[in-house]
């Protein structure tokens, strides 16, 4: 009864501070998230193939936003987007890793008994403040003093245990390697996030519980631990996003291979380059803290030169799947070695817009067909994806596409160029933004209209469903003679495809009065109306900038 009456006071008392705790680290990281997220995105999606200073960028970006977790997805939905490659994020990884002992150094003093003083002052800036800037600093001081105070309850709620026989012959149990690691790595995953874990070790090693040698495998531990994040946000995705994800997992297990037996003279270095004096309940948790700065230390230096070694084993181990790569967005021609020649470069930079082209021939084509046609019909060249699937992930290659070749013809804009060839650069530009407000139209269309049935594609008349056909096949021709036209940048083959163009708006007002008519004679047209508009009007609309691309033509060409 002694025992349960002991425990009690302090499982609720270690609970609530552990809940503070984690809570204030939420509520910290929300807020520097908030102030330096967005920018922390374009600072890493900026890196160069230069490891040093991806490690550099990785061991910063961390520091500002506090969790090496946010860094790891962010790098994965990086390389998921085609921003950066798998090889570039292996250095930030190892940065990120370096940028997480921050906070660990910092707790390691005895700040604790200060943090009620931070939340109210962070509280008050995030009421007080008009600028958003400051608001989210706010945020992130409160969320500071809410785990420092965490920690504090925590670090009361231990004391007692400093003198308890069961207790320390538990801990004494973390001195074995291998057991240590195994607690670190599990709590580690439980809590999802490595602060947190080392966190609870400091406070324990600030209450004499934990000896250093207990902790360096618990860090060991939760440095595998915190993969757990990063491994579940790579699912679903390409298989370059995944290396990334297995990459933290090899550097850490690699490097935890190493360590584990090296621990006991690990630790004596850690001793000597640690103070052996100080206020009580420091020197332990000082030591804590540099073991783990120096491990992630070491692990950049001894694996940062063997990264392209890294790459060639991630890709054995995840190899590229040639379907995959045919689904994912890239570009095909364009390069900057060409740019110092811009006439070379200039033929690039037609033939991935003609490629763009080619893609939009496809989307177009399946436009009706995908509320028209079967609800089971499968994409005619990937036959895993259904026609709207297929739709999606063209868009997304059209969008990929127009960012790239604009950055591209910018570029070749800088250059030395003559009268004919900027000519053609600015209509290149202005013919990839219309190229993707098709894409942006289809994708509309498949978000306006409702999910389709069978009943409501049988539903359109004999006579509604011609009109509909014949405007498709009408602009799916417009599209193809395009792919041509830009391929050769012909003013007169565009001409050509303006001349004709002025039938298609007849035929629109003849099919839209014709439904009209339908409507008050034929029930069931009433039932298919928003199917049949949307897809006519979405007609007009491509059939329109059709038209702008063809007249980008003729003021971009010679011929």
């Not at 090496?68 to 798998?86: F, H, P």
């Not at 000896?211 to 679903?236: K, R």
């Not at 063209?394 to 596409?401: A, M, N, Q, T, V």
């Amino acid at each position: 009864m002694e025992n349960r009456l002991f425990f009690l006071p302090i499982a609720i008392s270690f609970i609530g501070g552990l809940a503070l705790f984690l809570y204030g680290i939420r509520v910290m990281s929300g807020g520097l998230k908030k102030a330096a997220g967005s920018r922390m995105r374009d600072f890493i999606a900026r890196i160069t193939d230069n490891r040093f200073s991806g490690l550099l960028a990785g061991a910063l970006a961390t520091m500002m936003v506090q969790s090496s977790s946010t860094i790891m997805v962010m790098l994965v939905g990086l390389v998921q987007s085609q921003l950066m490659t798998y090889v570039q994020a292996l250095s930030i990884i190892l940065g990120a890793e370096i940028g997480t002992t921050a906070m660990a150094q910092l707790i390691s003093f005895r700040i604790h008994e200060y943090g009620l003083p931070f939340f109210a002052a962070g509280f008050a800036l995030n009421l007080l403040s008009r600028k958003e800037a400051l608001r989210n600093a706010g945020e992130a001081f409160s969320g500071f003093g809410l785990f420092l105070f965490g920690m504090s309850i925590m670090s009361g709620a231990v004391a007692p245990l400093r003198s308890y026989g069961p207790f320390l012959e538990l801990i004494g149990y973390l001195e074995n390697p291998l057991y240590g690691v195994l607690a670190g790595m599990l709590l580690t995953g439980l809590i999802q996030s490595s602060g947190a874990f080392i966190g609870i070790v400091i406070t324990l090693a600030q209450q004499g519980s934990l000896s250093l040698e207990a902790g360096i495998p618990l860090l060991l531990g939760s440095n595998i631990g915190t993969c757990i994040t990063v491994s579940l946000a790579s699912l679903g995705m390409v298989r370059s996003a995944k290396r990334v994800a297995l990459a933290q997992v090899l550097f850490n297990v690699s490097g935890v291979a190493v360590f584990l037996f090296l621990i006991p003279w690990y630790a004596d270095l850690v001793r000597m380059l640690s103070p052996s004096s100080g206020l009580a309940g420091t020197v332990v948790p000082r030591q804590i803290a540099n073991a783990h700065t120096l491990y992630n230390v070491f692990m950049a230096v001894m694996f940062l030169p063997l990264i392209p070694f890294w790459a060639k084993l991630l890709i054995r181990l995840i190899p590229d799947s040639p379907e995959e790569t045919r689904l994912q967005p890239s570009v095909w021609y364009i390069t900057g070695t060409a740019l110092s020649t811009p006439s070379l470069a200039l033929s690039y930079a037609r033939a991935e817009t003609s490629r763009m082209n080619r893609i939009l021939e496809r989307m177009v084509g399946a436009s009706l067909p995908a509320f028209t046609g079967s609800v089971k019909a499968k994409d005619t060249v990937f036959p895993d994806l259904s026609v709207i699937g297929g739709i999606r992930m063209r868009e997304e290659k059209i969008d990929f596409l127009e960012s790239r070749v604009s950055d591209y013809l910018i570029a070749i804009s800088r250059q030395e160029l003559g009268e004919r060839e900027s000519q053609e650069v600015f209509a290149l530009m202005t013919i990839v933004k219309d190229q993707e407000s098709i894409g942006d139209c289809i994708e509309a269309l498949l978000q306006k209209l409702p999910e389709r049935t069978a009943e409501s594609a049988s539903g359109l008349t004999v006579e509604g469903m011609a009109d509909l056909t014949a405007l498709h096949a009408f602009l799916c021709g417009e599209v193809a003679a395009l792919t041509v036209a830009v391929q050769e940048m012909s003013g007169s083959r565009a001409s050509g495809i303006l001349h004709g163009a002025g039938d298609f708006p007849v035929l629109a007002g003849a099919a839209e009065a014709r439904h009209l008519q339908r409507l008050r004679t034929l029930p069931e047209s009433a039932m298919t109306h928003d199917m049949h508009m949307e897809l006519l009007h979405a007609f007009e609309e491509m059939h329109h900038y059709c038209k702008s691309i063809a007249r980008s033509i003729v003021n971009g060409s010679s011929r």
